[in-house]
């Protein structure tokens, strides 16, 4: 049945053969024995190409699910023989990777040695594309995701910072009102990114106008603040983001909001029903308790 998925998505013997790793004469053998059980002709062979028969066409997505129900299965036997042990798949978006990844891979070699982790560093719509698929297994992002088919594991909340040049009016301040950021020179990631998202729900909560909502934009908080410290304008940064981008800089200052200040939240993300759900609330307990040192507030 892999073999001939394979096939199926490929059209082609060795593309699928090299996809498997299964040798190049094995593969026509083992699409001919599924074949002979099922019963009927999947694929037509010619000296040019390879194409689905009217069978093979109708069966190559029932195919597909059936293998996904498989390996559904191995991972349930997986999690139940040793828990947080083997492959695990972990996608985290680029304003988060960087400041919280040291802890988590802390976390993985000090308690779970036995655990390999895989990062991918990912905007959110391709983790969650990433997740629905069964690519990733795990998700480290911000919510909430209004995402079907997907478990929030909270972790914290943080407050954003405006981060001004040095010698900026504001810079200092620990008393701001939301209000300030309706006529300032807001710098901004560029579109995509959640963060983005959220900087512009803060604006408009304070009043901002739509038309114009930033001045120029950036791909990474690395060249935001940069922007900032060229005096460019002023920017928002998740608090755990401050000791590492605002380090590189003496042209830089920082201004904290009045409580309630503007915030984000930052969560595990699973899909629902899982087979290793109980093994990803455990993770989620631990990594919150390694968290607990940073400036957040940890939610349980």
Known sequence: MRAFSAVAEHLHFREAASVIGMSR?????????????????????????????????????????????????????????????????????????????PTVLRLVHDRYPELELQVHEEQTASLLDGLGQGRLDLLLLAVPLHAPGVTELPLFSEDFVLVTPRMHPLAGRGDLPREVLRDLDLLLLEEGHCLRDQA?????????????????????????????????????????????????????????????????????????????????????????????????RIEE
């Open 25 to 101: 004469p094995a593969l026509p053998g083992a699409v001919a024995a599924l074949e002979e059980t099922l019963g009927t002709q999947l694929v037509e062979r010619t000296t040019r190409k390879v194409l689905l028969t009217s069978a093979g066409i109708r069966l190559a997505a029932r195919a597909q699910a059936v293998l996904e129900s498989v390996g559904e299965l191995m991972d349930e036997a997986e999690a139940v023989r040793a828990p947080l042990t083997g492959v695990l798949r972990f996608g985290v978006i680029p304003t988060v990777a960087p400041y919280l990844l």
């Open 200 to 296: 512009l729900d803060v604006c408009r909560e304070a009043g901002r106008a739509l038309e114009a909502p930033a001045t120029t934009s950036a791909a990474g908080l690395s060249t935001l603040v940069q922007l900032v410290a060229g005096g460019l304008g002023v920017t928002l940064l998740p608090r755990t983001a401050l000791k590492v981008e605002t380090g590189r800089s003496g042209r830089l200052s920082t201004a904290h909001f009045r409580d309630p200040a503007p915030e984000r939240r930052i969560a595990l993300a699973m899909r629902s029903g899982v087979a290793r759900q109980e093994e990803f609330a455990a993770f989620a307990g631990a990594l919150r308790e390694r968290l607990r040192p940073l400036p957040v």
